[in-house]
């Protein structure tokens, strides 16, 4: 199973696109601590015939009792040949009901910007419910999200457009532990115009993480999302590739 899953890692490797963001990372056994939290930094470069710089920060923080909440935090800036081609932010809040529950509500604050996207602001709040489709594996979690979510985007176009609606989200996940040192995580989200049905969105995100110690850990992961009706004719797919180093507490 290992190897396949590596097979698939080095096939999506040969493509570039920009990178979603992924949300979902509760501890595959639900062993939660009062507080856990983690930070990820990549950074990447090159100097000669090409240059290029490029830097992405992740952190989480997460609070865990009778209900789980969390804070994600993000911010990707790159440049080659010294101009500017990213510069992006999110900052994603979750409430989760009771994570231990096998149906359990949540609701969500949200708000990004992509300057190479055209989009000057996207706020968005949401509620839903996920429910846990595996129950008794301590290696092994599943589950599928159910919500709505209104969202308002403006736009860095001449036209300064702003864009208010309602979306379906509708999300699934899948978190193994290989073995002791290696886990691996798909999430998968569906998020269409409840009033158009042919205005959707897709991401898709796969991850494999190496352990290196008790709290620092290698990760690899490919991203990808779709939008069927893009913005001023920017690119429907989008399709990208990082690693880096994650420090957990």
Sequence with gaps: ????????????????????VNIDRISVNDQLEPVQGEISLDLSGASGNTDTQSTSLDSRVQWNSQSTQFVVFKYEFGKSSGIKNTDKTFLHYRYISNSKDVTTWESFLQIQDDEFKLLKLRTLVGAGYRFKLITKSKNRQVRLGVGLFYSKEEQEDILKTTDELIRANIYFTYNSKINNNVSFLTTTYFQPDINRSSDYRALEQLSLEFGLSKDLLYFVSVDLSYDNEPFNGLEKEDISYKSGITYRF
Excluded at 1 to 12: A, E, G, P, Q, T
């Design 1 to 20: 199973m290992f190897k396949n899953i590596f097979s698939l890692f080095v096939l999506m490797l040969s493509f570039s696109a920009s990178a979603i």
